[in-house]
Each structure stands twice: as C-alpha cells, then as structure tokens.
C-alpha cells in the first residue's frame, strides 16, 4: 500500500510540474475562475486520525454552507473540494498536489494534524497555494530552520505555546513542584510539548517515560511512578494512549491529577478511559463553550447543533474558524487569488473567530489565548481561560 | 524488591495473552507446516464478535465469550477451506503468501466495513481491585489468567486424551500414513483450525474487556509476537507455545521495567534471533515425535 501511495505521489508531482512550471511565468499561484471560488479540503477522514479529520469536515462543511447562504465571498460562491489523506503523510503530499495542479483550488485547509501538514508543505509552497491547518500545533510547521513558510499558515496555537501554558497551569493553578512525564516519543507532536514544558516548568520532573504511538499495555510504566513523589502526571500524547494510560493509572490507584494537551481533546478519550477514570484531568483546549472567546461562540454552536445535532468540538471550531479565515484575507485583498490570499492571511489583524480574536503573528500564527479544561467523571466541569 | 515482584506480575498478564494466540500458531505449524499469518486477524475479529454480542444481543460476558469462540471456529474453518485447502499441494511459499493475504482481507475488509476508529470495548465485567499483600491484582487480570490456563488445559487434554487429538497427532507425524489408517485428514486439519481461531478469538476479547479498546488493526502487533512466542518455544509443540508466550510478556514488561521502552519490540525480536542461534529448534524443541 506506501509503495502504491508514493507511486501516486510522484505521479502527481510529475503532474504538478507541468501547470506549475507554465504559471511560474504569471508568478504562480492559482486564480478563481468562473463563478465559484475552490478551495481544497486534504483531511484525515479515514485511518489512525480520523476522528480530527472528520470532526473539522463538520465545521468547514458548515461555515463554506454559511458563507453561500450569506452570498458568498466577493460576489462568488465558494466550492468545497474534499479529499482524504487516509492519515498518512505520503497520501496527504499526493493530495496537495492533486488539489493545487488538477483541481485549481486558491487555497487548502488541513491537513489537521503536525506531521501530514508538514509533508505537504514543499508541494503548497510549489504550488504557490495558500493552506491553514485548522490544528496542526508543531512548531516546525509555519518556521522551518528559521525560516518562515510562505504559503503555511494555522488556526491554532502552537506546541511550544500549549506546553508553556501547561507548565504555567501545573505550577500556578495545580500548584505542583513534582512532575511525571509519559511522552509518546514517535510523534513529533509529543516530542515538541514535552520539550516546551520542560523548558518553561520550574519545578522538578520527577521521572520521564515514554511510549509508542499503538502502545496499549501501560503497567509496566505506571508500576514504576506508582510510589514516586509527585504531584501531576503529564501526558504529551494523543487520545488513544492517553485514554488508556488514564484508565489503567486510575484503576491502579493512581490518583493524581493529569495533564494534557489538545490531542486529548475527543470523547474517545473519555470512552476509552471509561468515564469514572476520567476525574482531575486537565487539557489545553482551542474552544470551549463554558468560557466562550467571543460573541461568535453562540451563534456557532446553535447553527451547529441545528445542523449535527450535537454540540461542537474544538476541532469543529477550528475547521470552522480556517473557512471564515480565508474569507476575511479574500476580502482584505479584495481578490480570490492565491498569491493575494497568502498576502492577506499574513496580514490578518484583529479577526474574530470562534476559537478566539486572533492576529497572525511574523511566523504565521496566531495570537489568542487558550483554555484549560478539567474535566470530572468524563464530563467537563472546569474551563480557565490562560494566557502564556 | 515489591516493585519487582508487581511487574513480574504484570508481565505474567501479557504473556497469558500471546500464550493463547501463540498455541493457534503453533498447532496449525504443527499439523500443516503453515505460518497461518491471518490468525492476529482471528483474534479482532474476536474482539469485535465480543463487541457485537455484548452491545447488540445485551448478552453477558460469558455466553459472548463462548459464542464468539464458536464464531472464530467456524470462520478459521471457512479460512482453511477456502484460502488454504487449494494449496495443500503448492509450495509452502506460496501457502504463506496466500495467509499473508487473507491477513490483510481481513484487515482491510473491517475497515471497509466499520471504519478504522477504535472502539470501546462494552464493559462488561465490573472492574475491582485486589490488594494480596503489596501486590495489586485486579479481577479483570485475574480472569484473563484463569481463562488462558483453563484454555490452555482443556487443548492439551483435547490433544492427548480424544480421538481427534490422536488423530491431530498423527497428521501432524505423517499426514498420508495417516490417511491409510482411516484417518479423515480434512476433517482432522478443520478441527485444528477451529480450536485455534477459537483461542484466539478468546484472547482478543479479554484484551477488548482488559484495554477496552478494539480496532481493525489491533492483531498485527500481537499476531506477530506471538507468532515469536511460538517459534522461541519450539514451533510446533504445545507447552512450548505456551512458555513462549509468558516469556515475551514478561520480558516486554522487564524492558520497559528498566527503562528501555522505546526499544521492546526490538529486544524481542533479539531474543528470537539469539534462539533461533543457539537453539535452533526452540526452547522445548527437543520433542519432535509429538508435535501438533
């Protein structure tokens, strides 16, 4: 199957050649055509992932459906062009080639996590396309070997941010001096939040453990720290071994509070935790209803119950927030072409969002504050909004 | 010290676990000469009739332990029949890449059909803890061990006192021979295929109750370091597998215990490969008379 997807892959860049080198001469980049403006969705909508992914579909679906109702953007209608990336890194570069090259769209949201929005990034910026991962949070995305990527941009904080918010939360709301860190070592994502904590964290961390993305059996880890003295135990890692971790450190007796970053933010956490595990659990959050950002927050969440029938997730919102950040840079530049809406995203001042009012900084991300949410028996019963 | 002793514990667990999938491995070697590649994929799909007869026929544990069993068998049969009885003749080579294949049908067809999110386990066993003096056990453990020791007798029993155990044996001896005496060679290898998807489907839902997490790729991992287990016991023998089984787990659990997560897997295969040169034939692998 890889070898077939990077098959493809080359395909598409030998593909992707063509159009590109003949737009070179124009300075590259996609135009609008026609009475729609197409933008391109690469997302995770099957494989490891596939919760983000499908959870920002929801919300890209809804605002793109928002903004037509509302008359669209600069007098066009938007067209939404989906795709999948399977939730991996060779599909997802195949994806960014085929939306830029075969589809023409100005400009790309997703992929939703670090290490897919990364692999696209040399066809995007080929390409001359814009692109928003509405929640890929590694540092490395937007500033590679100090140097900032042109045609990437984020809805979301980033790691180093999300760790020093968790560092700030441990020591000043959680008042710990001892920390235990059980990282996933095989994500780059984890690696950058274990970093950024322990680099802002100023009191002592106790032990450090690490996993396996797939792990499932934690015993062996949790017996270790199980009589250590500490005082919080963070998790840089996603929902899967996070649920499992919580669940085995809790039926083990293990009753100290736990933190965590946005990959913990899925009910599949909870489900695979077991709701009564999940009590003293902390993470940081791009969205919460309980401390709304912005006057947005409302009407996006009835819009979005009427519609799903549920209530919205942060990743919902991000996806959400990416769409209604392109409209605002088309409209900044009054154009729809691609080069103009990369000028215009790098310029976003003072946008309202429903993930909060946020300013794109020089390294494209943006300026808001994040949520810590604590949840109790599954259910969320804190929300403190933190700022770095 | 106490420590020590809890992971050892905790090793023990993990290893009853690859025990009973490593048994399906190696009685189907024993009896075919195959490395039946598709049984990982026997104990998901396992672990998700588990799923369905809890959730959806509300039935409990026990009753969807059993009938999830009987499920496997009956599937290791239809896999044997379709997939591997055309190519009893063929080369072994040919035999292992059709396994190799239907491992990834498998794989592929239950995320075609269900996706490829991982699902909570329904649980169905309320969940307590054991303090036995400072070693911490709970229930759930504590089934999963009785279950695999339970399994694990009632097969060697089956193979060394019953008929069709006589005639697995003689198969796995001289599967021609065998045939001249009156033995139904189809019908004997069936068998062997059903007890060891029905092991395998019992393994993967005592992980279902114990992670509480099910997924369509959950019996790769497992699958292949049981299918280790089995050969460090000596491929073939029934004990072996076994042994084999609680050796992985226990020294998984150790590599960790030391610090060494990261590099598990690795140490596993090491052993493996220090076996397989020092003692080729596996750990039991003198017996070569009664193997199964």
């Keep these: 199957m890889k070898k077939f ?8 860049l030998l593909a992707a050649c063509g159009p590109a080198a003949g737009g070179g001469a124009s300075g590259g980049g996609n135009k609008a055509e026609g009475d729609t403006i197409k933008i391109g969705m690469n997302m995770e909508l099957s494989g490891d992932v596939s919760a983000y992914g499908n959870a920002e579909k929801e919300g890209i679906t809804l605002a793109v459906e928002e903004i037509n109702e509302a008359g669209g953007v600069l007098g066009k209608k938007l ?15 195949s994806v960014a080639a085929n939306l830029t090259a075969k589809d023409k769209v100005v400009a790309v949201v997703g992929p939703a996590t670090s290490g897919a929005t990364k692999a696209t990034i040399p066809n995007m910026t080929k390409a001359a396309v814009p692109v928003i991962t509405p929640s890929g949070t590694d540092d490395s995305i937007t500033v590679v070997n100090d140097k900032v990527q042109e045609y990437i941009f984020r809805a979301c904080f980033q790691d180093t941010f999300q760790g020093v918010i968790l560092a700030n939360f441990a020591q000043d709301n959680l008042k710990a001096k ?24 100023k009191g002592k961390i106790a032990k450090e453990e690490t996993f396996t993305a797939g792990d499932k059996d934690f015993q062996a880890i949790l017996t270790k720290i199980k009589d250590l003295d500490y005082d919080a135990i963070y998790i840089p890692g996603y929902y899967a071994e996070a649920g499992l971790i919580i669940k085995q450190a809790r039926e083990m007796g293990i009753d100290k509070p736990i933190l965590g970053a946005d990959g913990f933010g899925d009910e599949k956490l909870v489900e695979i935790a077991g709701a009564k595990n999940v009590s003293d659990v902390y993470y940081t959050g791009h969205f919460s209803e309980k401390a709304p950002a912005t006057d947005k927050v409302k009407p996006f969440v009835e819009a979005f119950k009427k519609k799903y029938d549920k209530q919205p997730s942060a990743f919902n919102a991000l996806g959400y927030d990416s769409v209604y ?44 504050s994040a949520v810590v949410l604590g949840l109790t028996e599954g259910k969320e019963t804190s929300a403190d909004a933190v700022n770095p | 010290m106490e420590v020590v002793i809890q992971q050892l514990v905790n090793g023990l667990f993990l290893g009853s676990i690859y025990a009973l999938l490593a048994l399906g491995y190696t009685m189907v070697y024993g009896i075919i000469k195959l490395i039946n590649f598709a ?25 969807a332990l059993l009938l999830s069993m009987v499920g496997a068998a009956v599937i290791g049969v239809v896999i044997e029949f379709l997939a591997y009885r055309p190519l009893r003749k063929s080369t072994r080579i040919a035999a292992l890449i059709t396994a190799i294949g239907v491992s990834f049908l498998l794989q592929n067809g239950m995320i075609y059909w269900l996706g490829p999110e991982k699902k909570s386990f329904p649980q169905a066993i309320e969940f307590k803890n054991y303090q036995l003096g400072f070693i911490q056990i709970s229930n759930i453990q504590v089934l999963i061990l009785v279950i695999s020791l339970v ?61 509480n997490s099910i997924d369509p790729m959950m019996g790769v991992v497992p699958g292949l370091k049981s299918f280790v287990a089995a050969v460090l016991g000596g491929i073939g023998i029934i004990p072996g597998a076994a042994l084999g089984g609680f050796v992985i787990g226990l020294l998984e659990t150790i590599t960790i215990a030391l610090g060494f997560s ?5 140490v596993v295969y090491a ?22």
């Design chain 1, 5 to 12: 997807s990077f098959l493809f892959a080359s395909l598409f």
């Design chain 2, 39 to 63: 049984h990982g994929e026997i104990y998901m799909l396992g672990g998700f009739m588990g799923y369905f007869f809890i959730n959806k026929l509300s039935l409990g544990f026990f009753p």
């Design chain 1, 178 to 201: 001892n920390v235990v860190i059980i990282g996933d070592n095989s994500s780059d994502y984890a690696i950058g939040l274990t970093k950024s904590f322990k680099d802002t964290f």
């Design chain 1, 325 to 368: 950040m392109l409209k605002q840079a088309m409209e900044d530049k009054d154009s729809a072409d691609s080069k103009d809406i990369t000028a215009g995203l790098a310029s976003l001042k003072d946008f309202v969002g429903v993930t909060g009012k946020m300013t794109m900084d020089k390294d494209h991300n943006p300026e808001k």
């Design chain 2, 151 to 211: 399994l694990m007798i009632a097969l060697q029993l089956i193979v060394k006192k019953t008929k069709m155990g006589k005639a697995m044996r003689a198969v796995s001896v001289d599967a021609d021979a065998a045939q001249l005496m009156g033995i139904n060679v189809n019908r004997t290898i069936s068998f062997t295929f059903a007890l060891g998807s029905a092991l395998a489907a019992a393994a993967g839902m005592l992980i279902g109750l114990y992670y």
């Design chain 2, 271 to 292: 052993l493996l490969i220090i076996i397989l040169l020092i003692r080729p034939a596996g750990i039991l692998g003198k017996n070569i008379k009664e193997k199964v």
């Design chain 2, 262 to 266: 990261d590099y598990k897997d690795a």
């Design chain 1, 79 to 93: 067209e939404l062009i989906e795709k999948d990336n399977k939730s991996e890194n060779g599909e997802a570069t």
